[in-house]
């Protein structure tokens, strides 16, 4: 697919890989609509993309939500007049172990609470699966070339104390699978991409000896950066016969 003029939603566009994601494909020429709860990041990020000579607009937009999803699909293809392709990015963690025993009694003093889980589902989990029902729907029926691209982890493969992360990055990449399997035939394509570890903002935010910690466990010896996962996407978006697999980014994590 070439990119130059299509358009592209983007969750989670305000800021971090979001962004990233945002300005390389702008820089492909492509049109943006950005969707997330941050309004100040949704503008800065609208206006980066236009400084470099596109269409980008900002729409505030709770994944978890469904009338807001649907509501925000509806005002992209009426504001844009059409839909070529999605990043289901938007996802948040609320770490924590699975159970916490007690060293001394041997006997469970913390569990992960439900609302831990729960939220994780709802915007990681239920999220992508509105979004990119919402987003192949539309494709469907303006007959658009698309395609639809879900944000996983490796940490899909089990992580310790993200037991509700986990599941979730591991959910959204058998989605893809199956939504390339299911809608091939009307020209929609999908696929996920498994980061690992990138020095994104928040995680840039981190003492600078946890973030060598986590360095030195990589076998690239360095964190990620966010324009590697960015420079990805468009590469899926541009490759129409890459179809229903999940590319990992991980400087090698995981083999």
Wanted: aromatic letters at 4%; one cysteine or more.
């Amino acid at each position: 697919m070439e990119l130059k003029d299509k358009v592209i939603v983007v969750t989670g566009g305000g800021r971090g890989l979001g962004r990233s994601m945002a300005l390389e494909l702008a820089n492909k020429g492509a049109k943006l609509a950005l969707a997330d709860l941050d309004q100040d990041a949704l503008d800065a990020t609208a206006a980066e993309c236009q400084e470099l000579g596109v269409e980008a607009r900002g729409y505030l937009c709770n994944v978890a939500e469904e009338a807001d999803v649907e509501k925000l699909f509806n005002a992209v293809v009426a504001d844009f007049g059409t839909l070529n392709g999605l990043v289901n990015n938007a996802g948040i963690t609320r770490d924590g172990l699975f159970l916490k025993v007690d060293r001394e009694t041997g006997k469970v003093a913390k569990k992960m609470t439900l609302d831990q889980w729960q939220l994780v589902m709802d915007v990681n989990l239920t999220g992508t699966f509105l979004c990119a029902r919402e987003a192949a729907a539309h494709m469907i029926d303006l007959k658009a070339e698309g395609c639809i691209i879900n944000i996983s982890s490796v940490s899909r493969s089990g992580n310790m104390g993200q037991t509700n992360y986990t599941a979730t990055k591991a959910g959204v990449q058998a989605m893809a699978v199956t939504l390339s399997k299911e809608l091939a035939r009307y020209g929609v394509r999908c696929a996920s991409i498994a980061p690992g570890y990138i020095g994104t903002e928040m995680v840039m935010s981190m003492k600078p000896e946890a973030l060598d910690k986590i360095a030195a466990g990589i076998p690239a010896k360095r964190l990620g950066k966010p324009e590697e996962i960015a420079r990805t996407v468009s590469f899926i978006f541009e490759n129409d016969y890459v179809n229903g697999r999940c590319i990992e980014v991980d400087g090698a994590l995981r083999i």
